[in-house]
């Protein structure tokens, strides 16, 4: 009995919150929105990768990558908040 290839849950979901995390973390008062779906990202991206460890044949090779992409752009999302949230704590951006 061979299994349906379906989208791995979360997919898409983790690569739009990582790649709004990016110009999120640059926008003056939405520092924190950003950093919350990229973190937010990060976690669907690492149990979407779980899932796709277990189940290797039950998941579209497009939906791992897509979650492979997004699990990467929320990863540069969390350090592009970061910077920005020391850079206006220490009032180098006025």
Same mark, same amino acid.
């Given at each position: ?9 979360l997919?898409?979901?983790? $690569? /739009? #919150? =990582? ?10 008062? +939405? ?10 990202? $990060? /976690? #669907? =991206? ?7 460890a277990?189940?290797? +044949? ?12 997004? #699990? ?6 969390t ?16």
């Amino acid at each position: 009995m061979k299994q349906e290839e379906r989208n791995l849950p979360l997919s898409m979901v983790t $690569l /739009i #919150f =990582g790649g709004l995390s990016i110009p999120l973390a640059f926008a003056r008062h +939405l520092v924190s929105l950003g950093m919350v779906l990229a973190v937010l990202s $990060l /976690i #669907f =991206g690492y149990w979407g990768k779980g899932k796709h460890a277990r189940h290797v +044949l039950r998941y579209t090779a497009i939906s791992a990558k897509r979650a492979q992409i997004g #699990f990467f752009l929320a990863a540069i999302g969390t350090g592009c908040a970061l910077v920005m949230w020391a850079l206006w704590a220490t009032n180098m951006l006025l």
